[in-house]
């Protein structure tokens, strides 16, 4: 990143964990008021609440990877399972079943994976947040 001469970085460090735990409830990393996104995937470009920029994120791929990552144990977990439980039912009924629940889980997985990836995006500086920031510009 292109830091200005003399700057203080120590006055950058922000907290990673409460700024994920921020972006899972698909808030602003930084106030933690604000919604990150505007429409189920849409991100807005500044918080509604105290004005941080947002339009730096570059999730691209990583949400879905990792939601097909988590939903992907849940749901093998959860045919493993349902076979030795309910060894009597019907594979017709598994083959509606778990894509059905797999889709749902990933539908509701996705936005909380993006937004915690945002949050932990601007937590590390990366993608030019906090390149402009009132504590480096001079």
Excluded at 35 to 45: M, S
Aim: with cysteine; aromatic share 14%; glycine share 10%.
């Amino acid at each position: 990143m292109n830091w200005p001469a003399g700057a203080d970085l120590t006055l950058l460090k922000r907290p990673v964990w409460p700024a994920v735990l921020r972006g899972l409830k698909k808030l602003c990393p930084a106030c933690g008021k604000g919604k990150i996104f505007y429409a189920y995937l849409k991100v807005n470009d500044f918080c509604p609440q105290c004005g941080e920029a947002l339009y730096h994120q570059r999730a691209d791929d990583m949400p879905p990877y990792v939601t097909m990552l988590i939903a992907g144990h849940f749901i093998v977990g959860g045919v493993i399972a349902g076979q030795d439980w309910f060894p009597g039912f019907p594979d017709w009924g598994q083959m509606i079943f778990w894509p059905v629940v797999a889709a749902l889980f990933c539908l509701w997985l996705l936005p909380v994976v993006k937004g915690s990836l945002i949050a932990y995006q601007w937590a590390l500086l990366m993608h030019g947040f906090g390149s402009a920031r009132p504590e480096v510009a001079g």
